[in-house]
Each structure stands twice: as structure tokens, then as C-alpha cells.
């Protein structure tokens, strides 16, 4: 078995590769990868990290009556971050290398504010992702005054520990998710041209 080194590695590659768009933005006259198949890649080393974070620690620490995951874990340090902050602390570690690739998880039903979508563009996408899981949504957005590529994945329930802690929690506005549930959508965004 391969030994996985982590996203941080993945993203300088890809965005490597599409040095081409990363120059003027034109995806389809240029040679590299576009940004749609970048933005598929980063989603699937993203989406793997937290669903083996998810499945192979937390859901295992809790039913082993472990180390549980808690909002509050910089505080507590008996607990682990929950999936959700594991991923929002990741997405910031990348930041620090420079690269200007962001992403996060919003929803329609966030249980923290930070996490609802940032515009009706987003929030049109979180429906139609919601509707058609099996195929993400993208865009041209301008953040900063630079334009971005942008695509948003649905975002599953993969256990029974993301099940419990959304439709427990005092702040859910939804509280009957079922396993394999859209909760939300996973968004990727690419700089299009060097900052």
C-alpha cells in the first residue's frame, strides 16, 4: 500500500499543472488541466481526509468510549475537533503555504452562522447540489478583486456521529438527517490568475 502524504502536496501540484489558467483565466485555450478537473482532484483528497478522519477516529474513539469530538476542543483538550472544524483548520494550515486554493463547507441548515452560504449564487448551488448530489455546481467568482474559479459538492452524512451531533445539537435547524443525507456542500476555490 502507497503511503499517503496529505492534501498540502496535491494542491502545489495541481495548481502546477494549471499553470496555464492560473496566467489569464482561459481555461480552454491553454495547455495544463482545467480547473473543473483540479477542483475534482483537491475535492477527492479533501473528501477522503475528512470521511477517513470521521470514520477512523471519532466515530471509532466514541465507540470505543474514547476521545470524543467536541466544539469546544481547543478549550477541552480531552477532545478531538469535530469533521467539520478538522477541515476548517485544514483548509487554513494550506493557506499558510501560500497557495490562495480555499475551501470550506456551507449548508442550508448550519448549525454555525460562518458556515451558511455567503450569497444567493451559493445558496441557489446548495440547492441544486441538494437535488443532484451526483454532480457539483461551478462558477467564475470574483473574491478580493481576483476572479475564482469556484465548484460546490454535496456533503454526506457518512456516520452515525455526524447523524447524532446535527440533530441533537440545541442550534440545528434540521434535525432528521438519515445517513447518506445531503447536510450541505463541500466549495472549492481556485485563483484563476497569479495573485
Not at 78 to 103: C, D, I
Not at 107 to 131: C, F, G, K, M, Y
Request: aromatic residues 6%.
Amino acid at each position: 500500500m502507497r503511503e499517503t502524504r496529505g492534501t498540502l502536496p496535491l494542491i502545489a501540484m495541481c495548481l502546477m499543472l494549471m499553470s496555464g489558467v492560473a496566467k489569464t483565466g482561459q481555461a480552454a485555450d491553454l495547455p495544463g488541466i482545467p480547473p473543473e478537473v483540479v477542483a475534482d482532484y483537491l475535492h477527492a483528497v479533501i473528501e477522503a481526509d475528512r470521511t477517513f478522519y470521521t470514520i477512523h477516529v471519532v466515530e471509532r474513539m466514541q465507540k470505543q468510549g474514547g476521545t470524543p469530538a467536541s466544539e469546544t476542543w481547543r478549550k477541552d483538550k480531552a477532545t478531538l475537533p469535530l469533521p467539520a472544524q478538522f477541515l476548517r483548520e485544514a483548509s487554513e494550515l494550506a493557506t499558510l503555504t501560500g497557495t490562495s486554493v480555499r475551501y470550506r463547507l456551507i449548508s442550508l441548515w448550519p448549525i454555525n452562522p460562518q458556515n451558511a452560504p455567503a450569497n444567493d449564487s451559493e445558496r441557489t448551488s446548495l440547492e441544486v447540489v441538494r437535488l443532484h448530489p451526483e454532480r457539483s455546481v461551478s462558477s467564475t467568482v470574483t473574491i478580493d478583486s481576483q476572479p475564482y474559479f469556484q465548484a460546490i459538492y454535496a456533503d454526506h452524512a457518512v456516520t452515525q456521529a455526524c447523524i447524532a451531533c446535527h440533530n441533537a445539537h440545541p442550534q440545528s435547524p434540521k434535525r432528521d438527517f438519515k445517513i447518506n443525507d445531503v447536510m450541505g456542500g463541500m466549495v472549492i476555490e481556485i485563483p484563476l490568475r497569479k495573485q
